[in-house]
């Protein structure tokens, strides 16, 4: 029970019912608490809700139940780093490693949970950062005859506006006079301009600080201050520090890396695939710290058949991502596309497993529902194909025979052993089901016996076989009406069938003995327990018209005369009265 559970858990999960595959989960572990396989089941389900606290109670009880277990340890770092626990994400990654030093879901949650540490870690201070701050910048802006009159150009300000909400904004706009002459103001330094030749010189001289001078110095330096303005309309563009030649040109080189991008995609839509790969190829050569060109290209060999180069591609964006942190949605395109490859060249069923691991890998970089149904459809197909290499008809009837063998020996589960494994060999042979069938009837599992011999009819609707079947476990189950009906069903294919005819004749009996009232009341109480469970006796109760019929027959003769010409009325009175509940006199 708790197997089936957690298969129910498995299949809710695969379909993205991640609510629903936690509460399968839970039921598993009702049933097995010290199964460490379920707790970490629903570990996974819980953090695919973004219930990271529950994720991590349960990877650590899977971390306690099983330490030696690796999986566990990638729960429990998976949970810590939804949760924002970047330190203990790495420690708990660590320590999985040691269990496993060659895990690579454990080396890739590690590398992660590095990159998201570094991440986490405050900036660098910035130095301009306490001289931009508060409403203090303002007033020594308006305070100095220098900067205030640059409080009314609304560029201006809205420069001063962007610089205080993020002072490495400076960086934007040093290039502007009148932000350096603000940047004098405030770190209280008097950066005077000169004309020198062809060549604009700024040279800073440190002054002291204005609120620091006494009354009568600071009106004479606004004055000298007002008279530079008066003899200058523009003061000059101070020189400031440019990029290095090495990285100008590696701006120009990334630059050209992009236009090589471009055109590689235009030609992969006009299908001019060799074109585009030459495109992504030098893009690549010019940059190689934007694994977006891999990927592409990696897409045009997907699409020109070229598997092997794909995966290739793939492989060597996903390493040179993880070194240089790359966002998990690139990594986990990457991946997807070489399962893709990986499927694209399976021939059997094993090679599905492969391609099936790589969209695992994926989904644990970026849950992407086209990653999610391409691992669905690799795991369909790889089923279908483990069908077709497992079938073989001959050895199907091997192993029927060695069922029935068993079953003359009165030794039912063997025989439903060998049943199942003819049917494995064999899914479209009635006779294996039928067999089956009746060894399950004899084993009182009536639900699966019902099973195997409707699969029996739906495979073979004219083996009578299969009606004789069913027929058999519905009077088992004193569902006689509905015996009745299934022996009729298959005598329209068999009409002389004796094991169908003396199944018409046992139904007979039994509702015949009810329409009679020769009925125990031991039996009676149970047939009517067991109808009133019956949906379609309960509808045939529930039925206004059907309860009025009820009446009439009890209290008016003369009407009750009428339904009785009313072959769907009589037709569910026979069912009333076959359940046992209610008899003709």
Known sequence: MANEAKAKGNAAFSSGDYSAAVRHFS?????????????????????SLHDYSNALSDAQKTVDLKPDWPKGYSRLGAAHLGLGHHHDAVSAYRKG???????????????????????????????????????????????????????????????????????????LY???????????VLLNVKIQTRDDGDENMAEAEATPSASSQPPQAQAQERKRGATAAEETSKPAEPEMADFTE?????????SFAQKEKEAGNAAYKKKQFEIAIEHYSKAMELDDEDISYLTNRAAVYLEMAKYEECIKDCDKAVERGRELRSDFKMIARALTRKGTALAKIAKCSKDFEPAIETFQKALTEHRNPDTLKKLNDAEKAKKELE??????????????????????????????????????????????????????????????????????????????????????VQFFMKEYEKALETYKEGLKHDPNNQELLDGVRRCVEQINKASRGDLSPEELKERQAK???????????????????????????????????????????????????????
């Open 27 to 47: 039921d598993a572990i009702a049933l097995a608490p010290d199964n460490h396989v379920l707790y970490s089941n629903r570990s996974a389900a819980y953090a």
């Open 387 to 472: 069908q077709q290499e497992y079938f073989d008809p001959k050895l199907a009837d091997e192993e029927r025979e060695k069922g029935n063998e068993f079953f003359k020996q009165q030794k039912y589960p063997e025989a439903v052993k060998h049943y199942t494994e003819a049917i494995k060999r064999n899914p479209k042979d009635p006779k294996s089901y039928s067999n089956r069938a009746a060894c399950y009837t004899k084993l009182g599992a009536m639900p699966e016996g019902l099973k195997d011999a409707e699969k029996c009819i739906e495979l073979d609707p004219t083996f009578s076989k299969g009606y004789n079947r069913k027929g058999a």
């Open 246 to 254: 090495e990285e100008k040109e590696k701006k120009e080189r990334k």
């Open 531 to 585: 109808a009133m469970q019956d949906p379609e006796i309960q509808n045939i109760l529930q039925d206004p018209v059907m309860r009025q019929v009820l009446v009439d027959f009890q209290e008016n003769p003369k009407a009750a005369q009428e339904h009785t010409k009313n072959p769907m009325v009589m037709n569910k009175i026979q069912k009333l009265i076959s359940a046992g509940i209610v008899q003709m006199r």
């Open 97 to 171: 490693l040691e269990v496993d030093p060659n895990n690579d879901a454990l080396k890739s949650g590690l590398a992660d949970a590095q990159a998201a540490a570094a991440r986490a870690r405050p900036p660098t201070a910035n130095p301009f950062g306490e001289a931009f701050s508060g409403p203090e910048m303002w007033a020594r802006l308006t305070a100095d005859p220098g900067t205030r009159a640059y409080l009314q150009q609304p560029d201006f300000v809205k420069m001063m506006q962007d610089i205080q909400k993020d002072p490495n904004n400076l960086n």
């Open 174 to 184: 040093l290039k502007d006079p009148r932000v350096m002459q603000a940047i004098g």
